[in-house]
């Protein structure tokens, strides 16, 4: 059995955000054909909601660049290695000491329920959807950092708070950040040499000197999520599509990986085959190809 996983933004989505309707036509048919797939994506799950529903995404899904995995089926939401204290408080330092503005990321269980533990893998888990997903970030004084607080609040999808109002019992399952690139740079390198943290950064906007960074714990990958998913379906391959650092853990463990023609050229170094654009349908057209799926 084939296990299909697919990457978001950059790679299964257009320009626009969005699963186009071609590429919606060859999800629908590898359901139908009975292949497995699924998606591990830097996204919360709340962010991809919108995006996934009504695609056949059927199997647990990977988000957070591997920090969540959520199952449709038994609405369930497992939590792997979020943040230690001391993880956090060595993130917050490196950002600040570049005047740059965290953005924490949590996860905070609902008024209705509490959490569960998964002896497996000794995470957290909870079994309800009504789960609170939260951004806190100290005051902003840059425009693009208020642009940023301003598309997560437009999102709908997260809760954006002061950071002065963080749960001291939060689960904090990642730290971003956003500037000028010598200050993510700086900031990747005060990173690197903390053996449980992994840093993901790229350009902000195009054109443009200004870069992100993501930041979350080493154990908590795409790869790793992946091959425990791959363990649970006894899928005998596992086909990767992803554009991004994030997404080199993936091919790391996949038998087959895969990078669009719009990714940068260590990414499509990387990977096995490199195939169309991702604005112009380049999963579907493979799928369609590999598949023969009768999509047009």
């Not at 199997?59 to 979020?82: A, D, K």
């Not at 000491?97 to 965290?102: L, N």
């Not at 497996?120 to 208020?146: F, G, L, S």
């Not at 087959?256 to 499509?268: H, L, R, T, Y």
């Amino acid at each position: 059995m084939d296990l299909v996983v697919f990457d978001l933004d950059g790679t299964l989505l257009n320009a626009g955000h969005s699963i186009s309707p071609r590429t919606g036509r060859a999800l629908v048919e590898l359901a139908e054909r009975g292949v497995a797939f699924t998606v591990a994506t830097g996204r919360s799950l709340h962010s991809a909601r919108d995006v996934l529903d009504g695609h056949a995404f059927r199997l647990p899904q990977v988000f957070r660049n591997g920090v969540m995995t959520w199952n449709p089926e038994t609405q369930i939401l497992l939590r792997h290695n979020c943040l230690t204290l001391a993880e956090i408080e060595h993130v917050i330092t490196a950002i600040l000491a570049q005047d740059v503005s965290p953005f924490i990321a949590t996860i905070e269980p609902g008024d209705r329920h509490g959490d569960c533990y998964d002896n497996r893998y000794d995470n957290r888990y909870d079994n309800r959807y009504d789960n609170r997903h939260c951004i806190y970030h100290p005051p902003v004084t840059r425009e693009i950092e208020r642009g940023l607080a301003d598309y997560y609040v437009r999102s709908g999808s997260l809760d954006v708070k002061p950071l002065a109002e963080l749960p001291a019992d939060a689960d904090i399952v990642g730290i971003s950040a956003i500037g000028k690139r010598l200050s993510i740079d700086r900031i990747a390198a005060l990173i690197e040499p903390e053996k449980h943290l992994i840093a993901y950064a790229g350009t902000a906007l195009q054109g443009r000197d200004w870069r992100w960074i993501d930041i979350h714990h080493t154990d908590a990958s795409k790869g790793k999520a992946i091959t425990r998913l791959r363990e649970e379906l006894g899928a005998t391959s596992v086909l990767c599509f992803g554009d991004g650092l994030n997404d080199l853990s993936m091919f790391a463990v996949a038998d087959e990986s895969f990078a669009p023609a719009s990714a940068g050229e260590d990414i499509k170094s990387a990977a096995g085959t490199v195939i169309g654009h991702h604005d112009e349908d380049g999963v579907a057209n493979y799928l369609a190809w590999r598949y023969s799926l009768s999509i047009d």
